[in-house]
């Protein structure tokens, strides 16, 4: 089971870090990604990280801005959000996959989403 929290209203240059809570199960040699879908549009790909040998991936519209992390010893999975943009505005979930992998299609497990608004 995942649960996303973190989000709020920032604006614009302002920074955010967004929480995934992984219980349940240990998802152990899973992958836990971020996904971000805005109203209207497709589910995005943000980032990604391998909670066994912590290799990532991003999406280019957040290279540089946004980092990931895992914290094994406590479950959780972290988006750090820098230098925000409006065009970041979108609900943000994340989700577990066997690989680390920006399809969306390889996702299984899912949490629900958290609200991130940035004003201009």
């Known amino acids: 089971q995942l649960q996303a929290f973190g989000g709020g209203l920032v604006q614009a240059g302002g920074s955010l870090r967004l929480s995934c809570a992984v219980s349940?199960?240990?998802?152990?040699?899973?992958?836990v990604a971020w996904f971000r879908q805005a109203p209207g549009m497709e589910r995005d790909f943000v980032a990604a990280?391998?909670?066994?040998?912590?290799?990532?991936i991003y999406a280019d519209s957040v290279k540089g801005r946004f980092t990931i992390s895992s914290d094994n010893a406590r479950n959780a999975v972290y988006l750090q959000m820098n230098s925000l943009r409006p065009e970041d505005t979108a609900v943000y979930y994340c989700a577990a996959s066997r690989r680390l992998t920006q399809a969306v299609d390889s996702y299984n497990y899912w949490g629900q989403g958290t609200l991130v608004t940035v004003s201009s």
């Open positions: 349940g199960r240990t998802f152990r040699g899973y992958a």
């Open positions: 990280i391998n909670r066994n040998n912590a290799g990532y």
